[in-house]
């Protein structure tokens, strides 16, 4: 393995389950702790949206492909099935991960609430893409709790053809690659290095102390401009 390649090492459930209660947010705050990475990398762009904000915290790792949908013609080869054997044979929970490959991206559609279902009861938590998708309804309630992080939803599929899988990807600003740990929700899509991965729930813990003590702090009667200001610059 190149010692640039990123380590597919799975976490044990009670990590997944213990990052699922920590909002994105604070598992920024909390990778920042450890200065693996600079600050100003490491997360997506505010055109990714999470579909479904109302559910707890995305958390798995990333399955990757590149797709096209919306090329006029013949129709290609979508290449689905190697799909369904990457996230069969991948670790769980799985994030499935699609760039767009095209000249219009804002029709592109690569899953709805058929092939959403069938990833669900594969193990995957999610998809993640640029493009987008359909059948919002039919996902949410045939694939319960299942995640869709994207700019928006179109209404027809398209010509899909899956053009490449297991490769690196760029999605709305964030570089993925395959393996990669996701975690996401309504604050938006970042990736945690798996070098501090089992270290991030109790660095967040501490960070959300000193955050209370912050605002216990602003909502007290002790309140004054000058120690406001040093209180944030030793923030």
């Known amino acids: 393995m190149d010692e640039n390649e990123n380590p597919m090492t799975v976490p044990s459930p009670e990590l997944i389950e213990r990052l699922k209660k920590i909002d994105s947010a604070t598992v920024s705050n909390a990778i920042e702790q450890f200065e693996v990475r600079d600050r100003a990398a490491g997360f997506a762009d505010y055109e990714l949206r999470c579909q479904f904000p109302n559910y707890e915290p995305l958390v798995g790792y990333a399955v990757t492909c590149v797709a096209n949908t919306t090329s006029p013609g013949e129709q290609r080869p979508s290449q689905m099935n190697t799909l369904w054997d990457l996230v069969h044979a991948a670790p769980k929970p799985a994030v499935v991960v699609v760039q767009y490959q095209g000249h219009d991206r804002k029709r592109s559609c690569f899953f709805g609430d058929m092939s959403a279902t069938g990833l669900y009861r594969l193990g995957a938590v999610g998809v ?29 599929h398209g010509r899909g053809a899956f053009l490449e899988f297991d490769v690196n990807v760029s999605i709305c600003g964030l570089d993925i690659a395959p393996g990669d740990l996701l975690h996401g929700d309504a604050n938006g899509l970042l990736t945690i290095p798996h070098e501090i991965a089992e270290q991030v729930p109790d660095m967040a813990k501490k960070v959300l102390s000193g955050e209370e003590g912050y605002f216990d702090y602003l909502a007290g009667d002790s309140f004054s401009y000058d120690e406001w200001k040093r209180r944030l610059e030793t923030h």
Not at 133 to 156: C, E, L, M, Q, T
Request: hydrophobic share 40%.
């Open 128 to 156: 993640v893409t640029d493009g987008g998708n359909r059948d919002k309804a039919g996902i949410a309630s045939r694939a319960p709790g299942f995640h869709v992080f994207s700019p928006g939803w179109v209404v027809s």
